[in-house]
T-cell receptor, first 116, second 114 residues
Framework: GAVVSQHPSWVICKSGTSVKIECRSL??????MFWYRQFPKQSLMLMAT?????????EQGVEKDKFLINHASLTLSTLTVTSAHPEDSSFYIC????????????FGPGTRLLVL | AQTVTQSQPEMSVQEAETVTLSCTYD???????LFWYKQPPSRQMILVIR??????QNATENRFSVNFQKAAKSFSLKISDSQLGDTAMYFC???????????FGAGTRLTVKP
């Protein structure tokens, strides 16, 4: 149980385009989902926390107009990188809280974004 | 703000031996949770073990156990009978019981040698 999927697993796009990443909890309802960013050989950096049906809470330094988060249902959250630039290239990971325990986060497999 | 410190960027261990990964954290809270996550080359984050701060007993999951020292704010992970599949990045994480935000340490890259 407690499976989280992400789609796509990797994406290459041109600078200036927008990219949408989906995060789904497959076998449990996730009232809260989290989006992280991970640069090579570094730790996970929390970008934002999204609660179903409400606006996401962004961490300091994360542009909410750049990284649009929607959490429209208990099993789906989306992250849209708007007008992507090469510096947005990174590994994006979502997680969802639920399943075995409210305090445990289960992670998706990640999405590798490369902006040319 | 809570901080999580992993002071060992890299470690290695021989197959079948035991290794301990260190983690310390800083918080003024009394209600919180601690986790160890494993990130293999596939980059999928996998929960290894979790510990509730209110529990004095150290958590154990098969070959994985923790040494939770609440007063010292220390949360080390012991891997017994190391296997080649244990090779991965290991992240220590702290989650507040108040706002449920999870903060990660910088990670320790563990290599199990045959």
């Amino acid at each position: 149980g407690a499976v989280v999927s992400q789609h796509p697993s990797w994406v290459i796009c041109k600078s200036g385009t927008s990219v949408k990443i989906e995060c789904r909890s497959l076998d449990f309802q996730a009232t809260t989902m989290f989006w992280y960013r991970q640069f090579p050989k570094q730790s996970l950096m929390l970008m934002a926390t999204s609660n179903e049906g409400s606006k996401a809470t962004y961490e300091q330094g994360v542009e909410k107009d750049k990284f649009l988060i929607n959490h429209a249902s208990l099993t789906l959250s989306t992250l849209t990188v708007t007008s992507a630039h090469p510096e947005d290239s990174s590994f994006y990971i979502c997680s969802a809280r639920g399943g075995g325990g409210r305090e445990t986060q289960y992670f998706g497999p990640g999405t590798r974004l490369l902006v040319l | 703000a809570q901080t999580v410190t992993q002071s060992q960027p890299e470690m290695s261990v021989q197959e079948a031996e035991t290794v301990t990964l260190s983690c310390t954290y800083d918080t003024s809270e009394n209600n919180y949770y601690l986790f160890w996550y494993k990130q293999p080359p596939s980059r999928q984050m996998i929960l290894v073990i979790r510990q509730e701060a209110y529990k004095q007993q150290n958590a154990t999951e098969n070959r994985f156990s923790v040494n939770f020292q609440k007063a010292a704010k220390s949360f080390s992970l012991k891997i017994s009978d190391s296997q080649l599949g244990d090779t991965a990045m290991y992240f220590c994480a702290f989650m507040s019981g108040n706002n449920n935000d999870m903060r990660f340490g910088a990670g320790t890259r563990l290599t199990v040698k045959p």
